[in-house]
């Protein structure tokens, strides 16, 4: 199973609000066949493994996947894993993850089952679901997973003032931001960074721009003379309309105004603070409203820090109130 997260992990960046698959076909020991969902729209993970292998080699083989094989609905684009497997005689199915996708939840698995495969399902369970954490939030809320990203100096500035455009981080933590881009279906900043920054919010990595099926994520401007909102409380509701329109993930890289509304109002699951070792000193920072200063404000369920170059990046989710991530908290 380590084998088919690694492969999943490929599709990262090119999926789109897919989950990230990844599937190797086991028989006498000796592996088969691999594959992983490389992009949207394109073949799923077990077609890729099963479409080089005998059918003679199939019989009596194990199939191992992350995550729950699909079944059919009106509006899917690919054919159905489970009926493919069905007719391979598959013997055995290894499933890390159950999809919590209304359309199939179960009923692949329970499909199987009553058809004579045996379907083992938890191995390596919270390593898959970490994987897939953006899209299992936005299946079970229709809210995409909201990450908030700022860059800071040593004295907790974003922005010195007068408001100009200054590069905090260093090159290292800027590749990662690429990255952050790349898996994330949009990117949210406000008027002033649009102003000050002018950013063009793209993937810049060769990796991706070479590859035919990367789409580039949608540029969201919060502001008068983009994406009005009446009053910043309305910030919940645009969000759960960005999960109707099929956004499954967010990356926030707004200035200290709307970070500072996604805190307080708790509309964030991830947050990446990258702390660059120079001081700003006059400057805006990060300002928790009044109901948030006297430690009311919810902790993060798994944190974790790392050096990038100069910089220090510190990670911090929230698990608990997202049943679907529950059980990320056994990782």
Avoid at 115 to 141: C, E, F, H, P
Avoid at 212 to 236: A, C, D, M, W, Y
Avoid at 277 to 294: A, C, D, Q, R
């Amino acid at each position: 199973m380590k084998q088919v997260l690694r492969l999943a992990s490929l599709g990262r960046g090119f999926t789109g609000a897919n989950p990230l698959v990844g599937c190797v076909v086991i028989k006498n020991d000796t592996l088969i066949g691999s594959g992983y969902h490389a992009y949207f729209g394109g073949a799923h993970a077990e077609v890729m493994a099963i479409s080089k292998i005998k059918e003679s080699d199939l019989a009596d083989s194990t199939v191992y996947c992350n995550l729950e094989p699909c079944t059919s609905w009106p509006e899917k684009k690919t054919p159905p894993c489970a009926e493919l497997l069905l007719n391979k005689k598959i013997k055995r199915i290894v499933i890390a993850h159950q999809d919590p996708r209304p359309q199939i939840n179960g009923r692949s698995i329970e499909r199987l089952r009553n058809n004579g495969i045996q379907v083992d399902v938890g191995l390596l369970s919270s390593q898959a679901a970490w994987m897939n954490r953006s899209y299992l939030k936005w299946i079970a809320t229709g809210i995409p997973y909201v990450r908030l990203k700022f860059a800071q100096s040593l004295d907790g500035k974003l922005h010195p003032t007068p408001l100009t455009r200054k590069q905090i981080s260093g090159p290292e933590s800027q590749t990662l931001v690429q990255h952050l881009r790349a898996r994330s279906q949009a990117i949210i900043i406000g008027g002033n960074t649009e102003r000050i920054d002018s950013p063009k919010l793209t993937v810049r990595l060769e990796k991706f721009l070479t590859n035919p099926h990367f789409v580039q994520p949608k540029r969201l401007v919060l502001s008068n003379s983009k994406i009005k909102l009446q009053s910043p409380t309305e910030l919940g509701v645009w969000l759960k309309n960005l999960g109707e329109q099929g956004i499954s993930s967010v990356l926030v890289e707004a200035g200290p105004f709307w970070q500072q509304e996604f805190l307080s109002q708790n509309l964030f699951d991830e947050t990446l603070a990258i702390i660059s070792p120079k001081f700003l000193g006059p400057g805006l920072g990060i300002v928790l409203k009044n109901e948030h200063s006297e430690g009311n404000f919810s902790s993060f369920d798994y944190h974790t820090w790392k050096r990038l170059g100069a910089d220090i990046v510190l990670q911090g989710i929230k698990l608990k109130g997202n049943p679907c991530l529950q059980e990320l908290l056994n990782i």
